[in-house]
C-alpha cells in the first residue's frame, strides 16, 4: 500500500510563494485541496489540470517541475474556481505569473507560437479574433456570415477600432514591451525549451 504524503508546513518552500506575492497574487498558501476549484473547472473536464497538484508543487519548492509543465497552460481565465473557492485563492492570477516565469526561463514556446496570431492581430487590428480565424478552410465564408450576423444584430457590416484606439494600444504594446516580445517569439528569436507533457 502506498504511503499517503502529509503537506506539513515545516516541508514548504516559499520561494514561488513570496515571487507571486510581489505581483500582489495572494493567499496560494491557503488552498484546503478541497477539490471546489477542480469540481467547477472547464478545464480539468477535458484535461489532467488540477490547481490542488501545482498549488501543492508550488509549495513544496518543485519550481522546475511546475514551470515546465503544460499543466499551467491550461487554465483559460474563465475564474469559475476562484467564485467556488472557500478560501478565495486568486487561482487565474497565480497561474498567470507561474506562466509569465516559465516564459522567463524559456518554457512555454510551443503553447505561445500556437497562439501568436491573436496577438499579431490584436497589434494589427485592435481586435485578437478575426472572423476568418473561425473558419481557416474558408475565411470569405466565414467572413460573409460574420457580416450577414451583424446586419441582422443592427450592427455595421465590419467591427472597426478607431484610429485613435489603436494609437493607444500601440503606445501600449510598445510601452510594456509586448511589441517586442511577440516579434521574438514570432522570429523564433527566444529561445525556448519544450515543456513537459508529464505531471
Do not use: H, Q
Request: with cysteine.
Amino acid at each position: 500500500m502506498d504511503k499517503v504524503s502529509v503537506l506539513l508546513t515545516s516541508r514548504w518552500n516559499w520561494k514561488l510563494l513570496e515571487e507571486a506575492k510581489k505581483w500582489g497574487i495572494e493567499r496560494p498558501e491557503e488552498c484546503l485541496s478541497c477539490g471546489a476549484c477542480v469540481g467547477a473547472c472547464p478545464a480539468a473536464r477535458t484535461s489532467s489540470y488540477n490547481f490542488r497538484k501545482v498549488v501543492r508543487d508550488v509549495m513544496l519548492g518543485n519550481e522546475e517541475k511546475v514551470l515546465s509543465s503544460r499543466e499551467i497552460w491550461y487554465c483559460f481565465y474563465c475564474f469559475y474556481c476562484t467564485s467556488k473557492c472557500p478560501s478565495k485563492v486568486e487561482i487565474p492570477y497565480f497561474i498567470m505569473r507561474l506562466r509569465r516565469m516559465a516564459i522567463e526561463r524559456g518554457y512555454g514556446g510551443d503553447i505561445l507560437r500556437v497562439v501568436i496570431s491573436t496577438s499579431i492581430n490584436l497589434m494589427e487590428r485592435g481586435v485578437s479574433v478575426l472572423p476568418s480565424d473561425y473558419d481557416r478552410m474558408s475565411p470569405a465564408s466565414a467572413e460573409e456570415s460574420m457580416v450577414r450576423l451583424r446586419e441582422s444584430l443592427g450592427l455595421p457590416p465590419v467591427m472597426r477600432v478607431s484610429e485613435k484606439a489603436m494609437e493607444e494600444l500601440k503606445t501600449i504594446f510598445k510601452e510594456t514591451g509586448f511589441e517586442d516580445e511577440v516579434e521574438r517569439i514570432r522570429s523564433g528569436k527566444w529561445p525556448f525549451k519544450g515543456i513537459s507533457e508529464k505531471y
